[in-house]
Each structure stands twice: as structure tokens, then as C-alpha cells.
């Protein structure tokens, strides 16, 4: 049975908040771009703050402001309380993301209770990429997208055809070393995130099998734009209406009621560190 937040909501997304307003503060210092992306920008435009139910923060970064987070974030902000994730040979979290987690607090989702990861907080961090404008180009990017996909998460998609889950499961049975599935996903994560020489002038996002086939415009992305959220302000993209029109038809009524739900969560705490949990919560049988 999932964790009840309700009690904790108020909590977590102050702290959210503050991490998201570390975060701005750093991008501004850095000369970085993103963008409230997904429910967060829902939020931003419907509710001018977080969906009333939301319990994470999504954001989207050009490729080349993504790849210079990585380099700038370990040597400015390593004696910070916000430690950034990413998966690579040594540590997967199962996330397609970077994520920005809270050292000082909880939150362990079903999904993950069994791996030795950091468990707090968290913001989402996630990328673009161009469309190639031919169409053997197009279908060779998602080729590339879904093996890296699939092998940097080391698991099925969470939704798709029975087909695709299938062909994952396949995959993942086909290369069992982690170190091979991450040589892998290391070249087709170049073939993905390379520039092709005629795009489109379309862009896609990598959060899911079925986000591939929804192309957005990359006028939509071309600049941010300032809208309150909660106490301050936040930046989403310029073509935001089209882009959550792309996504979700009409964003602006909100769901019926028993659509309302959070993220599948075992656990929060958010007075106490993770690592307080490590095998009492999460990585329990490893523990034994």
C-alpha cells in the first residue's frame, strides 16, 4: 500500500520550493536556461504554484545548458546540503533524469526500495532533443532513444504497448552485465543527443516510450518567460500553451477527483536524512 502524504504535503513542497529557488538562483548565477516542465508548469500557469496534489518538481534544460549543469554543479555547490544524481557505471537510481535531492530529508519511492541510492527529496532534471527532419534519421533517433532508455534505467518502461514491454524485458534478459548495458547506453546516449545537420525544427522530450512521438515545436523552447509561482517567480517556456496542450489537451480543468493522486511513495520524512532509513526502509534485504 502506497504512503499516505496528505499529512506531509505543506512540508514537502516547502522544501521543494526551496530547492527550486537554489536551483534558480544558480542557473541565473551560471547563465543557465530551464524551464518548469510537465505538472510543475501545469501548476505554474493553472494554479500560479504547485498542482494542489503534486509532491515532485519537473524541469527541462537545453542540451547544452543540461551538459554544463554537470560540469558546474560538483565544484560549486559540493558543500551544499543538495547533492546532484546521475546514473552512470558506479550508480543508477532508475532514473531517465538528473535529479537535485535534499541530503537532509526522505522520500523513498516503491519503485526504488531496494536500491542503495540517495533517497531524498528531489527535483527532476531532464533534457530535449532535436527531430531530424528525414524520416530514416527520425526513426534511427528513436532506436538509439529506446536502447538508451531502456539500459540507463536497467528497466521495463512504466507504460507502453505489451509489445514494448516485452522487447525491454528481452533486452534486459539478452545483456545482464550493468557494465555492458552502460557501455550501451553511454554510445546511444551520443547518437540521441547529437545534433542531426537538417532538423526539423521539432524537438521531444525522453520522459516516456509514448513522450517520442509527441513532437513540439522548438520555437516553443526558443526562450523563457517569467510567471508567479507560489512566492516568487518561475520560468516556463515561451510556447508553454502548446507545448501542455501537446501533452495533455486541455490542461487547464483540472482532473476528476479520483485522478488526483501522488507518486506511488513507501516513505517521507522530511526532518530526517535518508540515510537514517538505510536498512530499515530501503535496501532492507541487502541488509540482513
Not at 551538459?67 to 546521475?86: A, E, F, I, Q, V
Not at 488526483?260 to 541487502?286: A, E, I, M, S, W
Amino acid at each position: 500500500m502506497s504512503y499516505d502524504v496528505n499529512e506531509q504535503l505543506g512540508e514537502m513542497q516547502g522544501i521543494l520550493l526551496d530547492m527550486l529557488k537554489f536551483f534558480k538562483k544558480f542557473c541565473e548565477e551560471n547563465n543557465l536556461t530551464f524551464f518548469l516542465a510537465y505538472g510543475t508548469c501545469i501548476g505554474a500557469i493553472r494554479h500560479k504554484g504547485f498542482i494542489p496534489w503534486d509532491d515532485d518538481i519537473d524541469i527541462l534544460m537545453p542540451p547544452d545548458d543540461y551538459d554544463r549543469l554537470l560540469k558546474l554543479w560538483p565544484n560549486l555547490t559540493s558543500k551544499g546540503k543538495y547533492t546532484l544524481c546521475n546514473t552512470d557505471e558506479n550508480y543508477c537510481d532508475r532514473h531517465l533524469a538528473l535529479t537535485i535531492r535534499d541530503d537532509e530529508t526522505t522520500y523513498i519511492r516503491e519503485a526504488d526500495v531496494d536500491l542503495d541510492t540517495n533517497h531524498g527529496m528531489m527535483i527532476e532534471i531532464g533534457r530535449y532533443e532535436y527531430v531530424a527532419a528525414s524520416k530514416l534519421g527520425n526513426y534511427l533517433q528513436i532506436f538509439h532513444t529506446c536502447v538508451y532508455m531502456i539500459y540507463r534505467t536497467q528497466r521495463k518502461p512504466n507504460n507502453g504497448s505489451k509489445y514494448v514491454k516485452m522487447l525491454a524485458s528481452l533486452m534486459l534478459a539478452l545483456v545482464p552485465s550493468y557494465k555492458m548495458r552502460c557501455k550501451i547506453w553511454r554510445f546511444a546516449e551520443k547518437q540521441v543527443f547529437k545534433v542531426p545537420k537538417r532538423k526539423s525544427g521539432y524537438i521531444r522530450f525522453l520522459g516516456s516510450m509514448r513522450a517520442l512521438k509527441k513532437y513540439v515545436n522548438e520555437k516553443a523552447f526558443s526562450r523563457a518567460v517569467m510567471v508567479p509561482y507560489e512566492d516568487t517567480e518561475m520560468p516556463v517556456p515561451v510556447g508553454y500553451d502548446s507545448y501542455l496542450k501537446k501533452f495533455y489537451g486541455d490542461y487547464m480543468t483540472p482532473p476528476p477527483e479520483k485522478d488526483r493522486v501522488f507518486h506511488p511513495v513507501l516513505f517521507v520524512d522530511t526532518k530526517n536524512g535518508y540515510k537514517k532509513y538505510r536498512g530499515k526502509k530501503y535496501f532492507v534485504k541487502h541488509n540482513k
